[in-house]
């Protein structure tokens, strides 16, 4: 059995038991013969302390931004297949909005002293892929936006 899989095993038999149904009900609609449980200490390599009220608090502080950020990406893309001059606007705050998610992030992780890679490439990404779209959405006048 490869390492990378948790050790805890749920069969159908177990859940059929708390759904009362059958074992061979739950493979026909899913497919699923068994699945695979993580515990607490086996899930501590990507989760470390996921359980925690700051951990719950901080990732539900993301959602109005990651929100608003997809909206007014999803807005600006809109317009400007429309070939509206109001889409470039929107697509700034996009921007913006996704580099500040990921500067909150790589903020909070240092704040915390947890330095794994498995937090910090992606949020390093989020902070820096809009750089070169915000250079470019403010360096151009105006009225030459399209």
Do not use: K
């Not at 493979?27 to 699945?35: K, L, N, Q, S």
Request: with cysteine.
């Amino acid at each position: 059995m490869p390492a990378c899989l948790p050790a805890t095993v749920v069969s159908n038999a177990e859940l059929s038991d708390r759904m009362h149904v059958a074992p061979e009900w739950i493979e026909e609609r899913t497919g699923i013969r068994e699945r695979r449980v993580a515990t607490d200490s086996e899930a501590t390599w990507a989760f470390a302390d996921y359980a925690n009220p700051l951990m719950i608090d901080w990732n539900w502080s993301f959602l109005w931004i990651d929100l608003l950020a997809s909206t007014t990406g999803l807005t600006s893309l809109w317009l400007l297949r429309r070939g509206r001059v109001s889409g470039p606007p929107p697509m700034l705050v996009s921007l913006v909005l996704t580099m500040a998610s990921g500067l909150m992030a790589i903020a909070f992780w240092t704040l915390r002293r947890d330095f794994s890679l498995t937090w910090w490439i992606p949020n390093l990404y989020l902070m820096l892929f809009p750089v070169p779209g915000i250079i470019c959405l403010t360096s151009q006048p105006v009225g030459s936006r399209a």
